[in-house]
């Protein structure tokens, strides 16, 4: 009952926004104050107040430590962000605590065996050792998963190790690869090494390892084979999402109609058992809640007891709000936010509620929304924030639509819109319209709400350079374009467009529009 007592002292605060160190040092340790860090750090401040600004930020990233470093003088710098920033060359000359801090195994081939004597993780002099071998690979082979999936994941320059046909490929089975095996099929910067996968039958690995060699399969080898992986995923999986991938693509390679029942029976909301469903015409397992439900029938049209576009105040309470275990607590802490212009915040005591077990699909701030793709922007909208208007991420994406805060200004000036800060991001209607406008610019180049999705999230380079491979979403293959989309390089698109794309049909048939799906993906064709 404690939580709940300080959730009602957080609604009872307004902050007033003006930036200085008193201010930021107020304030709780997350996020959004990360993010007031960052833009207090724009500003001509002194190098005392930017050391103080280093030991309170929560998330350290390249923006803020990039700006950070500006700002300090090397000799001034905290010892962990100098030793960390050094190269090789630098580090040799610090004292063997920075060399511990700084040291990187991207510099296991530089270093010589009197440094080497100045470390003393014995994990990573392990790993040195390894990567001075001769044969790399296939002394990761012989070791651990965990061994494997350190190496990969730690250095830049991988393709001299793992693009390689190593002679000892069949140690690859009985291992825990945590998903570095996925990353590196997926990835396609290694065609040795996966060519050579296709040559033994994989046994006893994790379900990413298996899901991603099933790919490997569908794309280069055999489509058994690839049954026979996908299977193992299906039966073995404790991911949802997982599951029913590996049941669609077992039903995409046999055209068995009882992988697709089986997927029609989950209780997973997802792209794949949307389409299961939607295919056979059958009643959904999952569950999706409207704006019309019952849950809704009380919410109050006048304002909420505190301010939406804080996001300190959100801060606060969404804290608070994760602690409660209680089911009655709860019950109590929701009809705080039975109002009209927190229906979002009012969703995310639900979820909390109902364990994520149902998916809401609502249309706040709907009034204030003007744009020519109204289902697209929920789409998007509901993906990004949740519709929580004073949402930032810890890449300082801000609102309801996510804005990049570094767009700011431009997408201001391309509408011919004046005095926008960044705080206006909090203002749902500013926000939509801010991202309506960036999707509208999107769909000119890229046509097919699918690869504005890939746009909107990784940002339209990423996107425009992978569509320059003319073997990627090719009418001519028959499992396109659901293979490609399995083989996008940057994971958090890859999957950010699953979702966004799942809602954009969902609210296109709010609004009346029935999507095949499958004719609609098969849009993207060329």
């Not at 399969?217 to 299906?234: D, I, P, R």
């Not at 991911?239 to 055209?255: C, E, H, P, T, V």
């Not at 058992?273 to 397992?285: C, M, R, W």
Request: net charge positive; aromatic share 14%.
């Amino acid at each position: 009952m404690q939580t709940y007592k300080l959730l009602i002292i957080a609604l009872s605060f307004n902050f007033l926004f003006s930036i200085d160190i008193g201010f930021i040092e107020s304030k709780p340790k997350a996020i959004p104050r990360d993010f007031y860090i960052y833009q207090y750090l724009q500003n001509d401040i002194s190098k005392e107040d930017a050391l103080k600004l280093y030991d309170l930020i929560d998330h350290q990233n390249s923006k803020i430590i990039n700006i950070l470093k500006s700002k300090i003088p090397n000799e001034m710098l905290p010892k962990e962000l100098l030793c960390k920033s050094m190269s090789y060359k630098e580090l040799v000359k610090s004292d063997d605590e920075c060399f511990n801090i700084g040291f990187k195994l991207d510099y296991a081939k530089e270093i010589d065996s009197k440094n080497l004597k100045r470390l003393s993780n014995e994990k990573t002099l392990r790993y040195i050792n390894i990567l001075k071998s001769k044969n790399t690979l296939e002394i990761l082979l012989k070791n651990s998963g965990e061994d494997f999936s350190v190496i990969y994941n730690s250095i830049k320059s991988k393709a001299n190790i793992f693009n390689i046909a190593p002679k000892n490929i069949v140690e690859i089975s009985n291992k825990n690869y945590l998903k570095s095996l996925y990353h590196l099929i997926i990835s396609k910067q290694y065609p040795k090494f996966t060519q050579a996968l296709l040559k033994i039958n994989v046994v006893g690995v994790d379900d990413w390892s298996f899901y991603a060699l099933g790919l490997n399969e569908l794309e280069f080898g055999s489509k058994q084979k690839a049954m026979k992986y996908f299977s193992l995923v299906q039966k073995d999986t404790k991911i949802k999402l997982l599951r029913d991938k590996a049941l669609f693509w077992q039903y995409k390679i046999s055209s068995k109609i009882e992988f697709l029942k089986s997927l029609s029976q989950s209780d997973n909301f997802n792209l794949y058992s949307l389409y299961a469903v939607k295919k056979l015409n059958v009643e959904p397992k999952y569950y999706l809640i409207f704006d019309n439900n019952k849950l809704f029938k009380n919410i109050n049209k006048s304002k909420a007891p505190f301010n939406i576009q804080n996001p300190f105040e959100w801060q606060i309470i969404s804290s608070n709000i994760s602690q409660v275990k209680d089911k009655e607590a709860l019950v109590g802490i929701s009809k705080l936010f039975y109002y009209k212009d927190t229906l979002p915040h009012l969703i995310y005591v639900l979820n909390r509620y109902f364990n994520f077990s149902k998916s809401f699909f609502v249309m706040p701030y709907k009034d204030d929304l003007i744009c020519d793709d109204i289902n697209l922007v929920y789409a998007v909208a509901r993906q990004e924030s949740g519709f929580i208007p004073s949402a930032i991420s810890k890449s300082y994406a801000l609102g309801i639509m996510q804005i990049i805060s570094s767009n700011v200004d431009n997408f201001a000036k391309e509408q011919n819109i004046s005095n926008i800060t960044f705080d206006n991001m909090f203002e749902p209607k500013i926000s939509l319209q801010f991202g309506a406008y960036y999707l509208t610019h999107l769909k000119k180049e890229f046509k097919h709400p699918l690869f504005v999705a890939y746009a909107y999230n990784g940002g339209p380079t990423f996107i425009r350079n992978y569509l320059k491979n003319k073997n990627v979403f090719d009418a001519k293959n028959k499992l396109d374009p659901w293979l490609s989309m399995e083989f996008i390089p940057y994971e958090e698109s890859r999957f950010y467009a699953l979702n966004v794309i799942a809602n954009y049909i969902v609210y296109n048939e709010i609004n009346g529009n029935i999507i095949d799906i499958e004719s609609f993906l098969k849009e993207v064709l060329r």
